[in-house]
């Protein structure tokens, strides 16, 4: 009995101290210095209540960085989880159609290692490739419109207001879409070739077929493809920071940079903390909302 | 060149002889083939351009290099220290990957093989940390780092990827413990065998797929990390022990004041292409190491 007891202790302490100093412990005091001015400089603060919240409602620049977030939050699932679904049934069931069925197409291995490769490469590459990717002299999406005659075209990407959000947003569905073909794709294997087949002799299109057929029985995968694309919405802070770092005049912010820069580049913790917590409620809403609306009975085969 | 191959229309099908039925994979192609482009082309630019002299890269961004310019590398590797971060990214990253999988294994296996008071509580305490947004965390996070002594230094961002990669391995392992046979651990027991040896010996090893799964997605994680590192490698003389992450965004800035475009792109080559060429071996675990990862 004591073997066991001590067995416990001794697994489940190691892991619970580490877990409870860098992850609980700081989870807990960010609701706690929310409620504070602290500047960082003194270790002394006072605690100012809701203050910081008041202040969070009337800050321009915290609403400009949500409204981006929200357009994220509302874009980025919907091209990503699109594109994923085009080229995934592309790919599996995109081939010639024969009495034996529907096939994939040929070479379906080689699209999904390489719709991949943006998913092994970290943020960091991803966001400094682009910048020299958009970068107006040097970049090769300029390089490419003039190269076409367009030299009209070839804009300031990134340091134009108009642009720049834009910018982002095609950076972060390029580097996600890889990852949801292939998710899809192996989703799409479970379902039987004779649903296709069959449809396709009644005359339904492709088109069709995927709306009808393809989307309904994925709609379990769809709906956890949403869950992870908002919270890669809800962030975007990598990207933004190292492509854009939310100019040209904030017009690219998200509110994860706003939290970084209150906190490391103003030192105001207390302020920093109720961007945090706000952040934090924004994920709760958006994870709420979402399990209503994508209530929906499954299909079953 | 792979791409020409692929893109070969299909012989015409035997029976079905419906001309549309016959476009249909060329057009797949053609939408195919057009992403793949997108996926490697910016990748490929950045590999042809780490080749060229600064001169190139100014005139035409889509000329090729007149020759290979290896100095290009050596500069980024040692000039701009891509080879110092190199090093602190793999020494991190494989003391965090070695205490998230020995301590998510061994909380883990107690969570789903023996019954306690208060084991639900705990288990609900790691996986609850999947839901808050790290942000949430990140100011609280850099003071008691700080107040530890750490901030800055290669152990602390160990131990912190460490315990903000356990959330995912409890819950994703302690599903994989409870799957696991309970005959051979009772077999195991009756041979006197105690808890510590069981676990050792017996389920761990009986574990491997599972570790192998979370390993990879961990290693992921705590190789791509981002904002962990800006916010804790901060301080006096920190810059020594910046990981690949950092180094790279703040080659990018320098090296745009400086001019030494072909630096940067080989500093980003060298970072971009050892992954990728694990990847490019270990495909399938890595898309199946992601796709549980991601599916939690």
Redo the contacts between chains.
């Keep these: 009995m004591w073997g066991k007891r001590l067995f416990i202790a001794v697994f489940l302490l190691p892991p619970l101290l580490l877990y409870g100093i860098f992850v609980v412990s700081p989870y807990a005091q960010a609701f706690q210095i929310s409620g504070t001015n602290w500047s960082g400089l003194s270790p002394t603060f006072e605690f100012v209540g809701l203050d910081n919240f008041r202040r969070l409602l009337g800050d321009g620049y915290f609403w400009t960085a949500i409204r981006h977030n929200g357009l994220l939050l509302l874009l980025l699932p919907v091209a990503t989880i699109g594109l994923g679904l085009f080229f995934a049934s592309m790919i599996s069931v995109g081939g010639r159609a024969d009495r034996a069925g529907v096939h994939g197409v040929r070479g379906a291995g080689f699209y999904r290692v390489v719709y991949f490769f943006p998913q092994v490469l970290s943020v960091a590459i991803i966001g400094v490739l682009w910048k020299q990717m958009y970068a107006p002299h040097t970049g090769m999406i300029n390089g490419f419109l003039r190269g076409i005659g367009l030299d009209a075209l070839a804009v300031a990407w990134l340091g134009d207001p108009r642009f720049s959000f834009w910018c982002v947003l095609a950076v972060l569905i390029w580097m996600n879409v890889g990852f949801y073909v292939v998710l899809f794709g192996a989703a799409m294997q479970s379902i039987p070739r004779d649903l296709y087949e069959a449809a396709l002799l009644d005359g339904a299109s492709r088109v069709t077929t995927l709306v009808r057929i393809t989307v309904p029985l994925l709609w379990d995968t769809i709906q956890v493809a949403w869950v992870y694309l908002a919270i890669v919405a809800i962030d975007g802070f990598a990207i933004v920071q190292i492509i854009t770092d939310g100019g040209p005049s904030s017009s690219s912010d998200v509110v994860g940079l706003r939290l970084y820069k209150t906190a490391f580049a103003d030192g105001q913790f207390g302020y920093a903390s109720a961007i945090g917590v706000a952040m934090f409620f924004l994920t709760l809403t958006v994870a709420a909302m979402f399990l209503r609306v994508t209530r929906r009975d499954r299909v079953e085969l | 060149m ?1 791409l020409l191959t ?1 893109t ?1 229309p ?1 012989s015409p ?4 002889p419906q001309k549309a ?2 476009t ?2 060329v ?3 053609v ?2 083939v057009g ?2 482009l ?6 490929v ?2 590999v042809l ?1 780490s080749f060229k002299s600064d001169n190139e ?2 005139t ?3 000329s090729l290099p007149s020759r290979l310019r290896w100095e290009n590398w050596a500069r980024a590797w040692g000039q701009a220290h891509i080879g110092r971060y190199f090093l602190n990214s793999a020494i991190v990253v494989t003391g965090a990957l070695a ?1 998230t999988m020995l ?2 294994a ?2 883990a ?2 969570l789903a093989r ?1 019954k ?1 008071r208060g084991s639900r509580i ?1 288990y609900f ?2 996986t609850g ?1 999947m ?3 790290v ?11 700080r107040n ?1 002594g750490l901030l800055g230094t290669l152990p602390g961002l160990t ?2 990827y ?3 990669s ?2 995912f391995t ?1 819950f994703f392992l302690t599903a994989f413990f409870r799957t696991l046979p309970t005959s051979v651990a009772e077999a195991a027991m009756v041979d006197g065998c ?3 040896r069981l ?1 050792f010996r017996v389920m761990l090893p009986m574990a491997r797929p599972g570790l192998v799964s979370v390993a990879i997605f961990n290693f ?1 994680f705590q ?2 990390q ?2 962990l590192p ?2 804790l490698m ?1 301080g006096e003389g920190a810059e020594r022990r910046w990981v ?3 180094g ?2 703040a ?2 800035v320098n090296e745009g004041y400086r001019g030494d ?1 072909s630096g ?2 080989a500093g ?1 080559t060298i ?2 292409l050892p ?2 060429a ?3 071996l270990f ?1 399938r675990q ?2 199946s190491g ?2 549980a990862g ?2 939690r």
């Design positions: 792979a692929e070969r299909e099908p035997e029976t079905f039925q016959r249909v994979p057009i797949s192609h939408f195919l992403w793949a997108l996926t490697t082309l910016p990748l630019w950045a351009s890269i100014l035409d961004p889509w205490i301590f998510g061994m909380a296996y107690v023996y306690f705990i305490a790691f940390g839901m808050f947004p942000f949430l965390a990140l100011v609280p996070l850099f003071f008691v780092v530890l131990l912190v460490a315990a903000y356990l959330p409890v105690g808890h510590f676990f992921l190789w791509n981002y904002v800006i916010v901060q690949l992450a950092q790279l965004t080659l990018a475009f940067l792109f980003m970072a971009m992954v990728l694990a990847y490019l495909h890595f898309q992601l796709a991601q599916l």
